[in-house]
């Protein structure tokens, strides 16, 4: 049986191309799954990627259909 891969504050944040200090706050708030081995918090923190994966999901903002009949984008000269 693999053993995971676990990711590092750094990994994790050229993953999700965000900055390390966004993610240790996403952390600090537990906004993302991640572990955190050690005594009474206080250890090194390791994500899987699929929960950073998932975390940057929660980001996505989808475009709006176009409905029929409505204009195209204009272009200013």
């Not at 993610?23 to 918090?41: D, F, Q, S």
């Not at 990627?49 to 929660?58: F, G, R, S, T």
Request: charged share 25%; with cysteine.
């Amino acid at each position: 049986m693999n053993s995971p891969a676990y990711l590092t504050i750094a990994q994790a944040a050229l993953r999700a191309c965000v900055s390390e200090s966004m993610l240790y706050e996403a952390c600090r708030r537990k906004l993302v799954v991640h572990y955190r081995p050690g005594v009474n918090g206080r250890g090194k923190i390791l994500f899987l990627p699929e929960d950073v994966d998932a975390w940057m999901a929660a980001f996505r903002i989808e475009a709006p259909k176009a409905t029929q009949g409505e204009d195209e984008l204009t272009f200013l000269k």
